[in-house]
Antibody, heavy 116, light 108 residues
Framework: QVQLVESGGGLVKPGGSLRLSCAASGFSFSDYYMSWIRQAPGKGLEWVSYMSSAGTTIYYADSVKGRFTVSRDNAENSLYLQMNSLRAEDTAVYYC?????????WGKGTTVTVSS | EIVLTQSPGTLSLSPGERATLSCRAS???????LAWYQQKPGQAPRLLIYDASSRATGIPDRFSGSGSGTDFTLTISRLEPEDFAVYYC?????????FGGGIKVEIK
């Protein structure tokens, strides 16, 4: 079945880095835009980034621009989010999502905690 | 950026009652590109409605969406116990894609 599985979350100090991964299965990954959506504890949803199927179109929210980098490997059916210069306000559950317009497939999420 | 305002913040209803959730946009959402999601505690959101009124695959017909321009509504005709959750609207008519702040539907 269609599935997205995130990994790579954890506890990191302010200023540190993490790399999130998302493994896709059950659909033709290379045909779809993919996205990262995050949700801070007790808060709403924020669209962090998306990347087109070929990787030629990329979007970042202003809150992460210059610090986060999205990438994908269509041969490995994988999406990545490199997060640098992390701040306390980046603490959230990060969801991998099949999405460009609306989100029809969500992963279960991986938790990123930025704290000293 | 289009700001989506959802109201009320919390809706206290009993099973079997009708729920009406509002999502208002700060400017017109082009082509009615609006979606609704349901989120239960500890789970990822689930797509309910897209294009303002189209039900996603497997969504019961007690869920319906309507609206255009700046005013959109999600209606749950008769609340089932599993419908008590938080509901978010999201617009994809323009960039950046934005979400509303959510409405919690709780058991009265």
């Amino acid at each position: 079945q269609v599935q997205l599985v995130e990994s790579g979350g954890g506890l990191v100090k302010p200023g540190g880095s993490l790399r999130l991964s998302c493994a896709a299965s059950g659909f033709s990954f290379s045909d779809y835009y993919m996205s990262w959506i995050r949700q801070a504890p007790g808060k709403g949803l924020e669209w962090v980034s998306y990347m087109s199927s070929a990787g030629t179109t990329i979007y970042y929210a202003d809150s992460v621009k210059g610090r986060f980098t999205v990438s994908r490997d269509n041969a490995e059916n994988s999406l990545y989010l490199q997060m640098n210069s992390l701040r306390a306000e980046d603490t959230a559950v990060y969801y991998c999502a099949r999405a460009f317009y609306y989100i029809d497939v969500w992963g279960k999420g991986t938790t990123v905690t930025v704290s000293s | 950026e289009i700001v989506l305002t959802q109201s009320p913040g919390t809706l206290s209803l009993s099973p079997g009652e009708r729920a009406t959730l509002s999502c208002r946009a700060s400017q017109s959402v082009s082509s009615s590109y609006l979606a609704w999601y349901q989120q239960k505690p500890g789970q990822a959101p689930r797509l309910l409605i897209y294009d303002a009124s189209s039900r996603a695959t497997g969504i019961p017909d007690r869920f319906s969406g309507s609206g255009s321009g700046t005013d959109f509504t999600l209606t749950i005709s008769r609340l089932e116990p599993e419908d008590f959750a938080v509901y978010y609207c999201q617009q994809y008519g323009s960039s950046p894609r934005t979400f509303g702040g959510g409405i919690k539907v709780e058991i009265k």
